[in-house]
Nanobody, 124 residues
Framework: QVQLVESGGGLVQAGGSLRLSCAASGRTFSNYAMGWFRQAPGKEREFVSAITRGGGSTNYADSVKGRFTISRDNALNTVYLQMNSLKPEDTATYYC?????????????????WGQGTLVTVSS
């Protein structure tokens, strides 16, 4: 089992920044690709970003490219999402996820582990 705990959400004005963190425990962190997803009220959960086990490759949804950056620190068992130039449409609960298969994260298919989510609210 892998336990994932997100933190760093909150209320921010449009144009501001937040950094989300996701701390993992339970299994060898470097064995897992990691990702961030979000779900706005009344909408389906959607892919935001993914990172491979070693951090050498990343992927982003078009809606966040150039504004969000995913990174990981395998020594600290933590994945991050730096969010800049935030927009009201970024308002959502953000979830981190882990899977041994990068494609599962990238295409949101059969992901093994999810965190409980952290709420990000961007005011206009």
């Amino acid at each position: 089992q892998v336990q994932l705990v997100e933190s760093g959400g909150g209320l921010v004005q449009a144009g501001g920044s937040l950094r989300l963190s996701c701390a993992a425990s339970g299994r060898t962190f470097s064995n897992y690709a990691m990702g961030w997803f979000r779900q706005a009220p009344g909408k389906e959960r959607e892919f935001v970003s993914a990172i491979t086990r070693g951090g050498g490759s990343t992927n982003y949804a078009d809606s966040v490219k150039g504004r969000f950056t995913i990174s990981r620190d395998n020594a600290l068992n933590t994945v991050y999402l730096q969010m800049n130039s935030l927009k009201p449409e970024d308002t959502a609960t953000y979830y981190c996820a882990a899977d041994t298969v990068f494609g599962a994260i990238q295409f949101m298919r059969g992901i093994d582990y999810w965190g409980q989510g952290t709420l990000v609210t961007v005011s206009s």
